[in-house]
């Protein structure tokens, strides 16, 4: 079965592009969050004077991507990297007039058991988007950190009321050599540690903070937003936009303020969302995912 992924926001994400082209004389788009194509086939088939860079970590979306959208010929080109490397890798002879990134995961990594995402489907506890590197599994963070590593990933990055008992309950287990290996034995784990009131009020995901947690960190995922809006900064020519679409408020406060900082100081710009930009209820409607996205854009250039 191929798999599946709805874009979140595309129509607004593709206003936007549309709205601007004319601020910009470049003529490459930068889709740094391929996944599974949802963007950059509508950026192809409607802005027919454009090209489309994409970037992806994980090289089974790039493969299927790549098969996807091959009908494009030279005008889809789509490389297996990390958007936080982008300098180094994106072609020097292209003239970019827009970065587009739609962060997170895809529905294909949250639903593929083997990934290890979903605390709904019993599978490895790996987490790594980019499965072919050295970084470390979730279950390798588990078991090499210390409980206040531990602790303080589940406070920061999930919010997790709980993050000490939770972290105490893994060092206590990993010395008597049991450690979760995979996303049911975690969940059970979470279930063991959780009051069951606190339990019962969040219904079916007791486990969500905590899997949100390990997951930005086993991607670095703020560091790599952090250094993608850095390197757009540096090949943008003047004219060309930045859209982001996050999910969660940690990655769009660095949004914000990484805009704001752009702006007022640095003045290499302005914001064109004054606030964030949300889905409509038809769209929550149809795709829950989207219910927690906020897009925000920038545009370089004094004009
Ligand atoms: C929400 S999906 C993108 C979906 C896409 N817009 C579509 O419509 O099909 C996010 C994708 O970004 C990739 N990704 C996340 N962080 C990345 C990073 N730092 N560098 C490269 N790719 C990344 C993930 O592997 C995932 O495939």
Redesign the pocket.
Known sequence: MTPE?E?VMLSQVVGLLDANRGFCTGECIVD????????SEKILESMPDVSVCA????ET?VQIAKRRLAQYGDRFEALH????DMEEILPESRRICAFVF?????NM?LTEAGRGFSFGNDGPLDMR?NQTGDTKTASDVLLTLSERELSDIFWVYGEERFSRRLAAKIVKDREKGLCPRTTGELVALIRDVLPAPVQRKMGANPARRLFQALRIYV?D?LG?LEA?LSATKKLAVDGAVVIVVSYHSLEDRIVKCTFRGWEKEERLGNILTKHPLVPDDSEIEKNFKARSAKLRAFRFGGR
């Open positions: 992924h874009p740094c969050t391929l996944g599974l194509g949802g963007y970037i992806d970590r994980d979306a990297s990390n958007f936080g739609d962060l997170g995961v895809s990594q988007m991607n995922e790599e993608g």
